[in-house]
C-alpha cells in the first residue's frame, strides 16, 4: 500500500465525524440560545461554568511542562467548549425531547479521542505490520502514545500486545535514524519520552 493511502480512511473518518458534530453544536447553541426559557437558561449557564472551570482546572494540572500563559488559554478554551456543550444539549433536549441527549452521546462516544481511548484499553495499537506505512514523525506520536495505553490497559494480553508494538517502533525507528536513536536512548530516555528532536535532520533510513 502507497504511503499516501495509508490514512485516507481514518482521516475521512475524523473529517465526516468533524463536519457532523459542527453542523451538530450550531444547530445545538442556536436551539439552546433562543429555544431554552430564559428562567432555565441562567441556571443552566452558571452550571455549565462550574463545570467547565473544573473541568478544566483538570485539564490544566496535567501539563506540568506547558507555560503558565499555555495552560491558561487551554483551561479558558477547555471551559467554553464544555460550556458550549451543556448549551447545545438543552438545545436538543428542547427540539427533540428524551432522544436530545442521546444525540450528544453519540456523537461524543464516536469522537476520534473516544475511540483512540477504547482501543488503549483493550490493547489495540498499530504494530510492525503498519510501521514502515508511518512517517518517523508518526512512529515517534504512536511510541508516546503507547504509553499512556500500556498504562490504562485492563489485561496481560493487552499489555503485551503494547510492549510488542512498542518494540517494533523502536526497531522500525532505528531502521531508520540508528545514530539519532542510540543517541537519544544514551540521554537518560524515558518510557514516555519523544525520541524526535534527536532524529531530525540526520541522514540514514526512511525518514518519510
Same mark, same amino acid.
Given at each position: 500500500?502507497?504511503? &499516501?493511502?495509508?490514512?485516507? *480512511?481514518?482521516?475521512?473518518?475524523?473529517?465526516?465525524?468533524?463536519?457532523?458534530?459542527? !453542523?451538530?453544536? !450550531?444547530?445545538?447553541?442556536?436551539?439552546? !440560545?433562543?429555544?431554552?426559557?430564559?428562567?432555565?437558561?441562567?441556571?443552566?449557564?452558571?452550571? @455549565?461554568?462550574?463545570?467547565?472551570?473544573?473541568?478544566?482546572?483538570?485539564?490544566?494540572?496535567?501539563?506540568?511542562?506547558?507555560?503558565?500563559?499555555?495552560?491558561?488559554?487551554?483551561? /479558558?478554551?477547555?471551559?467554553?467548549?464544555?460550556?458550549?456543550? /451543556?448549551?447545545? +444539549?438543552? %438545545?436538543?433536549?428542547?427540539?427533540?425531547? *428524551?432522544?436530545?441527549?442521546?444525540?450528544?452521546?453519540?456523537?461524543?462516544?464516536?469522537? *476520534? *479521542? @473516544?475511540? &483512540?481511548? $477504547?482501543? =488503549?484499553?483493550?490493547?489495540?495499537?498499530?504494530?510492525? &505490520?503498519?510501521?514502515?506505512?508511518?512517517?518517523?514523525?508518526?512512529? +515517534?506520536?504512536?511510541? #508516546?502514545?503507547?504509553?499512556?495505553?500500556?498504562?490504562?490497559?485492563?489485561?496481560? #494480553?493487552?499489555?503485551?500486545?503494547?510492549?510488542?508494538? =512498542? #518494540?517494533?517502533?523502536?526497531?522500525?525507528?532505528? &531502521?531508520?535514524?540508528?545514530?539519532?536513536?542510540?543517541?537519544?536512548?544514551?540521554?537518560?530516555?524515558?518510557?514516555? %519520552?519523544?525520541?524526535?528532536? $534527536?532524529?531530525?535532520?540526520?541522514?540514514?533510513?526512511?525518514?518519510?
Amino acid at each position: 500500500m502507497d504511503s &499516501r493511502h495509508r490514512g485516507r *480512511p481514518l482521516t475521512a473518518y475524523r473529517l465526516l465525524w468533524s463536519g457532523v458534530s459542527g !453542523v451538530s453544536g !450550531v444547530v445545538g447553541l442556536a436551539a439552546g !440560545v433562543l429555544l431554552v426559557p430564559r428562567d432555565l437558561m441562567f441556571p443552566l449557564l452558571f452550571l @455549565a461554568g462550574l463545570i467547565g472551570s473544573i473541568v478544566a482546572a483538570t485539564a490544566r494540572s496535567k501539563e506540568e511542562e506547558a507555560t503558565a500563559a499555555a495552560k491558561a488559554w487551554r483551561g /479558558i478554551a477547555v471551559a467554553g467548549a464544555v460550556i458550549g456543550v /451543556i448549551i447545545a +444539549c438543552a %438545545g436538543y433536549a428542547v427540539l427533540l425531547g *428524551p432522544a436530545g441527549p442521546f444525540w450528544a452521546v453519540l456523537l461524543g462516544v464516536t469522537s *476520534p *479521542p @473516544a475511540l &483512540r481511548w $477504547f482501543g =488503549r484499553r483493550l490493547g489495540h495499537v498499530p504494530g510492525r &505490520r503498519y510501521n514502515g506505512l508511518l512517517t518517523t514523525a508518526e512512529l +515517534c506520536r504512536r511510541w #508516546q502514545e503507547s504509553y499512556e495505553a500500556l498504562r490504562v490497559a485492563t489485561t496481560p #494480553q493487552a499489555r503485551l500486545r503494547i510492549v510488542e508494538a =512498542r #518494540q517494533h517502533y523502536l526497531d522500525e525507528l532505528e &531502521r531508520r535514524h540508528p545514530r539519532g536513536l542510540n543517541a537519544w536512548l544514551g540521554d537518560n530516555a524515558s518510557a514516555a %519520552g519523544d525520541p524526535s528532536q $534527536f532524529l531530525a535532520g540526520e541522514d540514514g533510513g526512511d525518514s518519510r
